[in-house]
């Protein structure tokens, strides 16, 4: 079946520092990727995303290339602020045919940045 | 515009009741999925409705039941409710199309206790 796995929290960076969360995947065929955040009280919101090798997803300064060869989709960031503190998320969809759009889920990685 | 509504935000039950949470999807979407997520856990599937009916289904145990009504908002039933039951419920939507281009939007969850 379909997995994700990503890179076990909690990690604390200094504002400005450099983000890498990695994330890998098991799937068959051609899934889609995502990253996605939650913010403490919220839902969760999409981040990036790519649906196909080497594709790069980018949004607000993160990005994560759509690594087939390797299975991966790590994101990053070059410098953090506060206001990137969060739960970040990777996840995989299937693929999107007439009425799927079922995502399996990473455990989730616990960002923390102070000032 | 009114994003994803799910009702109650919080909600204590004790062991062997039943409970019902609420979802209204956002303004123009017609698929609705419900996710759980426990404590420190990327969110997991449970089903996804579209044209009021069950369309896909992830490994929960029939106790879990949904419903989609013809204004594509949507309940999630629990039954014989277990301790293990506790945790935050998502509720997601989107607009069915086969493009890539759509992504789900994400409510910000009933948080579920059952002692």
């Known amino acids: 079946g379909n997995s994700v796995t990503q890179m076990e929290g909690p990690v604390t960076l200094s504002e400005e520092a450099f983000l890498t969360i990695n994330c890998t995947y098991t799937a068959t065929g051609y899934p889609s990727l995502f990253w996605y955040v939650q913010y403490p009280g919220e839902g969760l919101q999409l981040l990036l995303k790519a649906t196909k090798a080497d594709d790069k997803g980018s949004n607000k300064g993160f990005e994560a290339t759509y690594r087939k060869e390797t299975t991966s989709f790590h994101l990053e960031k070059g410098s953090v602020q506060v206001s990137d503190s969060a739960v970040y998320f990777c996840?995989?969809?299937?693929?999107?045919?007439?009425?799927?759009?079922?995502?399996?889920f990473g455990k989730g990685t616990k960002l923390s940045v102070i000032p | 515009d009114a994003g994803v509504t799910q009702s109650p935000t919080h909600l204590i039950k004790t062991r062997g009741q039943q409970v019902t949470l609420r979802c209204s999807p956002k303004?123009?979407?017609?698929?609705v999925s419900w996710y759980q997520q426990a404590l420190g856990q990327g969110p997991q599937f449970i089903f996804q409705?579209?044209?009021?009916?069950?369309?896909q289904r992830g490994n929960f145990p029939d106790r879990f039941s949904g419903h989609q009504f013809p204004n594509y908002s949507s309940e999630l039933n629990v039954n014989a409710l277990l301790l293990g039951d506790s945790a935050l419920y998502l509720c997601a939507s989107i607009k069915s199309n086969l493009a890539t281009n759509e992504k789900l939007f994400f409510g910000s969850g009933t948080q579920l206790s059952v002692l």
């Open positions: 409705y579209y044209e009021e009916e069950e369309r």
């Open positions: 996840a995989l969809s299937a693929g999107v045919w007439a009425g799927s759009y079922q995502l399996t």
């Open positions: 303004s123009g979407h017609d698929t």
